[in-house]
Nanobody
Framework: QVQFVESGGGLVQPGGSLNLSCAAS?????????MAWYRQAPGKQRELVAF???????NYPDSVKGRFTISRDNNKSTLYLKMNNLKPEDAGVYYC????????WGQGTQVTVSS
């Protein structure tokens, strides 16, 4: 069974940075999967904030473009999200998953942006 373990969240002031990681296990196919980061704020639906295809080409919604950078290390079956210039509206629980065929969700990692 595929498992995702997200880490790296925390409390940061507006304008700060965080680096998230997502370690995938239970599969040898990570390198063949497009992957994405999602976030869920309290009372809101989960939304995609970064996408990366199997050729490591990224895509972002306008809300995070220029501030977030998604990357992957297929040898480590790990997905990364570098977040800069964080805003209060970036707060939430961040998850990774496979957008084409959603796997079981991990526990996520909490990001809090507050002064």
């Amino acid at each position: 069974q595929v498992q995702f373990v997200e880490s790296g969240g925390g409390l940061v002031q507006p304008g700060g940075s965080l680096n998230l990681s997502c370690a995938a296990s239970g599969t040898d196919n990570f390198r063949f999967w497009a992957m994405a980061w999602y976030r869920q704020a309290p009372g809101k639906q989960r939304e995609l904030v970064a996408f990366i295809n199997i050729a490591s080409k990224p895509n972002y919604p306008d809300s995070v473009k220029g501030r977030f950078t998604i990357s992957r290390d297929n040898n480590k079956s790990t997905l990364y999200l570098k977040m800069n210039n964080l805003k209060p509206e970036d707060a939430g629980v961040y998850y990774c998953n496979r957008p084409a065929a959603t796997q079981a969700w991990g526990q996520g990692t909490q990001v809090t942006v507050s002064s």
